[in-house]
């Protein structure tokens, strides 16, 4: 059976995209709790619990960094750098060491503010849940002699990896809870363009469409497969965000003056627009991703962190 298991620092990437990008190098992260799983939430939300289950480093014990009075283990974090060097080593990619530990650290106090966010929400992960998951772990990995030899093969002590996989059970309740909360429907448009490189092509163009001419005929001119169709798409989901405030300001069949971006010259077309209305799997993946990442944002903003000089 092919253990799941995977270092903590695909845990957290696949957090923070949502697991909506899975690559076929990457295993599969372990099972996580979601909102509506069995493990007690307290009905006070503002409630800490007095019994948190994340190991909270003693005086003695090194740190990198302090998040709200609670320690990331200098020993894990150097573990968490090795993990990921091994990892990117593997699929051979390029690695500058400063980047890799300003990467390691921000993934891993993200991932201890969604863990406190999940705690400040209510969420208890007592013992009992914790080892009836652990232990499920143990099962799926073949068998506890398997187990132990893949947390030497990547650099876990049982201690340190108990640390770290209550975290990310804390981080991927809260994570849960975040995206629940992303409507599925939402205002958009469907919009087609005009693109081409040259800014005296794409005004002559314009002045054409201007004096009558047949926008359709443009369109499939200078896009034989698609007719330049951008589909349906909401608010906060383009790359190019000057093209999509033009959209949002114009009526069905409406199109826009000419747009310079990197790609060239555009002249959009809106062709149908919806005030509710279902979201993509892609564009709802987009909107959770930028629910979470605002939600760090404002933590980080609100949060006491100090780090190390180690």
């Known amino acids: 059976m092919k253990f799941t298991i995977q270092p903590l620092f695909f845990i957290i990437i696949l957090i923070l995209v949502l697991s909506g990008c899975n690559g076929t190098q990457t295993p599969t992260p372990p099972e996580i709790l979601t909102p509506d799983s069995g493990t007690s939430v307290s009905t006070e939300t503002s409630m800490v619990p007095q019994e948190s289950a994340t190991l909270v480093p003693t005086p003695s014990e090194p740190v990198v960094a302090t998040i709200n009075d609670e320690g990331i283990w200098l020993s894990d974090f150097e573990d968490e750098v090795q993990r990921y060097t091994v990892a990117a080593t593997k699929l051979e990619k390029e690695i500058d060491e400063n980047q890799v530990r300003e990467i390691v650290l921000e993934t891993m106090t993200d991932t201890l503010l969604l863990a406190q966010g999940a705690r400040a929400s209510g969420f208890i992960l007592d013992q009992d849940s914790y080892t009836r998951k652990y232990e499920s772990l143990v099962i ?28 990310q059970i804390e981080a991927a309740w809260m994570r849960d809870l975040l995206i629940s909360q992303v409507p599925t429907r939402e205002e958009q448009v469907r919009a087609r363009q005009i693109l081409v490189s040259s800014k005296t092509l794409a005004d002559d163009i314009y002045n054409q469409l201007q004096n009558g001419a047949d926008y359709n005929y443009y369109a499939w001119g200078y896009d034989q497969l698609a007719g330049g169709e951008l589909g349906w798409f909401p608010r906060e989901y383009l790359v190019l965000p000057q093209i999509e405030e033009a959209v949002f300001n114009l009526q069905p069949l409406e199109y826009s003056q000419v747009i310079e971006s990197n790609y060239g010259y555009h002249i959009v077309q809106v062709m149908e627009r919806e005030l509710d ?3 993509t799997q892609d564009a709802l993946l987009q909107k959770q991703r930028l629910t979470l990442m605002a939600w760090l944002e404002s933590q980080i903003a609100s949060s006491s962190v100090i780090l190390s000089q180690n």
């Not at 030497?152 to 049982?158: F, K």
């Open 140 to 167: 799926d990995s073949g068998g506890e002699n398997q187990f132990q030899q893949w947390l030497l093969d990547n650099h876990y002590s049982p201690e340190s990896f108990e640390r770290l996989y209550k975290l």
């Open 277 to 279: 209305r279902e979201l």
